[in-house]
């Protein structure tokens, strides 16, 4: 922010320059000194330079920048160009009040790209209780004119909006139209600036007819409920025009950034250069106390660097650990983020408090929540087609990142290279010919473990073009199979080893020529692979160098669904134990028996939690009981969804233990990959039940789903009357231990500011679960 000049000409009886507890403008130029101009571009570009900046942002500010002049100010647009160059992106912003803006400073700003906001209060009455003259007169009428200017086509493009200071005098639905009806790009709605010493003012009265708020008295929420007022009928328009406040509590609620400066826990990124040169921190500051902003540094004499390092910018940097015990806390904090630094101050604690607006902010976002919560509530969590259909998207959409890791660098002009060229030239056409059966491929939980591991290998410029083109040539043989296309596939086998068709089975070493790739071909029964030594392989016939995927039906040969049993995949290594290798025609055969009996069970204890719908893959794993942490449902990483690792060697209990949290696990694990049920994991820490330490909120969600399934199948095998040689005592004390720990846990997630709205949805089907539960 760049203070062009320091005088204004209104004078507005809230502003924080002039009017509050810093008046450091007494004492500087009211003209920035052209030296100072050149040195600031040059720190800009220095800073931008140093840090391989792709865009910087100034803002040209005051006082009233206007007061500087066109000729000053474009003085100042040509060294910021001239410096930075094209190597990075200037964008170039100017606040005004609009008062003395003419078509000789908008033919400026065409010039040069500046973006105009304007400072509106509403209609004129609403303006004219702040913004006026000196005398008294209104400064209205040139703002609506400025406007016009700003409206008209050749001009459009540098309208970038209006800044509105809220006053609970003014009525929410006449100022949101008065501001709408200047076709504004975007509405900045703006607290007073005030601080816990000087508080905003709150009049008390009685709610009547001429009350901007008539659900009853001003109180300590009236900013907030003002607020709402304007929601709701921003809402009822139909959202005529961007509110950023609006915006950004509906960016938080689902997970994403705030967007605004006064709401969220986006570090401070604002240096403003005063008229004299001096650095100081956010403008903002000034309404707390006199040399709040200071930083003691000159643009003349310290760098950017310099000014970032100050404690004062550090502390506004800290996120959640700049807040205090009462913020961190509080379950809106991730939407309000404390409110704006400056409103936070209060003598002797400084700015380690919640914000002076605090219950305005609660009731805002509490409010904006209650009445947005089916659209920011992610379509993948209410819709299991959605939600597949966005695992499609994501798994395409890193095959195609992919491709772009693998097209570039000296590799892609290789043999290696150019056989991955041909297999993405198969994919599109695939694609285009038989779409399903693609997906069907892609689908495949472990062709995301590949891709994964991959674009990992890619990242650390140690790309595997060869591993990653047999596994692409593999992948379009099991589509054209899947498709039954007349689409001849070259298989990728450089160098030996088995070749893998996903969910299909594998060729096994010696089926394809080992120094060049073998030709398969769909057929109505199957496939042939051509080129291979011995002879063509037909699965059509009963052929050793073939190894089928075997697959398992839940509910019998009528099942609908067949669930791949896959002992075969090389990327299957991802359920935190070691793969069983291809497994006897006898063990498989026992372990389909055991799977049968389990899920058998299953169905006649937790029939209502057992999700088969997302389980699409089952892989042996070495040993008899879960992995260590799995039970609890804590998610495989790098495995894709679907897949479930099962221990080959347990029992039937232990079996349909491991199935049911393994399919609750595959359905959270699923739904966390495409919606954001949290954010901020792990910068909060919440006590665990179940473990010895406080966990983060992704771990103590997953644990509480994983318990709860647990908790219904040990009481369902209780009223089956399973264990009665157990004491009575004993098992009511495990139940009631049992059901402290699972309502700890609920209660902990209640109270979790990480959980979007989409998580408050689903930690609520699981306290709908567990009182279910309770109430059997």
Avoid at 13 to 36: F, G, I, L
């Amino acid at each position: 922010m760049v203070k062009v000049h320091s005088r204004c000409d209104l004078a507005c009886d809230h502003c924080y320059v002039y009017e509050h507890a810093d008046q450091s403008w007494r004492a500087r130029p009211a003209v920035m000194p052209e030296a100072v101009m050149e040195r600031t571009a040059e720190r800009v570009a220095e800073h931008a330079r140093a840090h391989r900046l792709p865009s910087v942002t100034v803002i040209l500010h005051g006082g009233e920048p206007l007061l500087a002049g066109p000729a000053r100010l474009r003085r100042l647009c040509a060294a910021l160009v001239h410096g930075l160059g094209s190597a990075t992106a200037l964008d170039l912003r100017i606040h005004t009040n609009g008062v003395r803006l003419d078509e000789s400073f908008l033919d400026l700003f065409a010039e040069y790209g500046v973006k105009v906001g304007v400072s509106l209060d509403g209609d004129r009455t609403a303006n004219d209780r702040h913004r006026r003259f000196a005398n008294g007169r209104s400064s209205h009428p040139l703002v609506a004119r400025a406007l016009g200017l700003l409206r008209q086509d050749r001009h459009r493009h540098l309208y970038q909006g209006l800044l509105c200071t809220v006053d609970l005098a003014n009525d929410p639905v006449a100022v949101l139209d008065a501001l709408a009806s200047f076709e504004p790009p975007r509405i900045d709605l703006l607290l007073p600036h005030a601080t816990w010493d000087v508080p905003p003012p709150r009049p008390f009265r009685s709610g009547g007819a001429e009350d901007p708020l008539a659900d009853g008295a001003f109180g300590d929420d009236a900013y907030g409920r003002w607020l709402l007022r304007a929601f709701d009928h921003w809402e009822a328009r139909g959202r005529p025009v961007p509110v950023r406040l609006f915006d950004s509590l509906l960016s938080t609620l689902r997970g994403g950034p705030a967007l605004t400066e006064s709401l969220g826990l986006a570090p401070a990124d604002l240096v403003v250069v005063e008229t004299d040169g001096t650095l100081e921190q956010a403008d903002s500051l000034k309404t707390a106390y006199e040399g709040a902003a200071a930083t003691g540094f000159d643009v003349r004499v310290h760098r950017f660097d310099e000014v970032a390092a100050h404690p004062g910018i550090r502390a506004r940097q800290l996120g959640l650990a700049g807040l205090g015990t009462q913020c961190r806390r509080c379950p809106v904090v991730r939407s309000c983020g404390g409110g704006l630094y400056a409103h936070r101050f209060r003598s002797g604690s400084g700015f380690t408090n919640p914000s002076v607006y605090c219950a305005d902010l609660r009731t805002l976002v509490a409010g904006v929540e209650a009445r947005t919560v089916r659209e920011t509530t992610a379509p993948e969590v209410r819709d299991p087609a959605v939600r597949a259909a966005s695992q499609r998207d994501l798994t395409r959409l890193l095959l195609a990142r992919l491709h772009a890791e693998l097209s570039r660098g000296p590799a892609a002009a290789g043999p290696q290279g150019r056989d991955w060229q041909h297999g993405w030239a198969l994919v599109e056409a695939v694609e285009e010919a038989a779409p399903d059966a693609l997906d069907a491929v892609l689908g495949h939980p472990y062709t995301r473990t590949w891709l994964l591991a991959e674009l990992r290998q890619a990242r650390r410029a140690r790309p595997r073009a060869g591993r990653a083109s047999r596994r692409l040539s593999a992948l379009v043989a099991a589509a054209v199979v899947r498709g039954r296309l007349e689409l001849p596939v070259r298989l990728v086998h450089r160098g030996g080893g088995g070749l893998y068709l996903p969910a299909l089975g594998m060729l096994l070493a010696g089926a394809a020529d080992g120094d060049g790739p073998g030709e398969l071909r769909a057929t109505a029964d199957g496939f042939t692979v051509s080129g291979c030594p011995g002879g063509p392989v037909r699965t059509a016939v009963e052929d050793p160098r073939w190894q089928p995927v075997r697959t398992w039906r839940p509910g019998g040969a009528d099942g609908a669904r067949a669930v791949a049993l896959d002992d075969l995949d090389p990327d299957r290594d991802c359920h935190g134990r070691q793969p069983r290798p291809r497994l006897e025609p006898a063990e498989a055969a026992a372990w389909l028996r055991r799977l049968d009996a389990a899920r058998e069970l299953l169905h006649h204890t937790v029939a209502d939690l057992v999700a088969e719908a997302v389980l699409t893959t089952l892989t042996p794993l070495a040993g008899a009981r879960a992995p260590a942490g799995r039970t609890a449902g804590r998610p495989e990483r790098g495995c894709g969804p679907g897949a479930l690792g099962l221990p080959l060697a347990g029992g039937v209990r232990e079996t349909a233990l491991a199935l049911l949290t393994g399919w609750r696990r595959a359905r959270l694990r699923e739904l966390t990959e495409v919606a954001d049920l949290y954010a901020f994991d792990e910068q909060w820490l919440h006590p665990s039940p179940w473990q010895g330490r406080p966990v983060p909120v992704s771990r103590l969600l997953a644990e509480t789903d994983g318990q709860l399934a647990l908790a219904a199948f040990r009481r369902a095998q209780a009223r089956a009357g399973e264990g009665r040689e157990r004491a009575a005592a004993g098992e009511r004390a495990a139940r009631k231990r049992e059901e402290t720990r699972i309502g700890q846990a609920l209660d902990a997630l209640g109270r979790a500011a990480e959980l979007t709205v989409s998580g408050k949805v689903v930690v609520g089907r699981l306290r709908a679960e567990w009182e279910l539960l309770l109430a059997d």
